[in-house]
């Protein structure tokens, strides 16, 4: 999996929404409304996506999921077990 996020090349996407923010904007400008969205309903729907990615980003972040991170927690609570013993 951590291969294939790495593999993922992003300057397309990056380049999609610079397009569309662009013409939304200059549409704006020129007195049109590309969108079919007012101000709060864009608002709202850019909270709930920021909530919900922050939500999985820090639940994921902070538990160990895959089997070599459980491994690193054991390492690592072991390191600090023996850290401890050492300065007694």
Known sequence: ????????????????????????????????????????????GLT??????SEIWNHWKNNSYTESAQIADRILKDDKENKKSRFK
Do not use: C, H
């Open 48 to 53: 709930i996506g920021a909530l919900f990615l």
């Open 1 to 44: 999996m951590k291969e294939k996020l790495q593999s993922i090349d992003n300057k397309w996407l990056r380049l999609v929404v610079l397009a569309v923010v662009f013409i939304n904007t200059a549409g704006m400008v020129l007195g049109y409304q590309l969108l079919p969205f007012d101000n709060e309903q864009i608002t709202s």
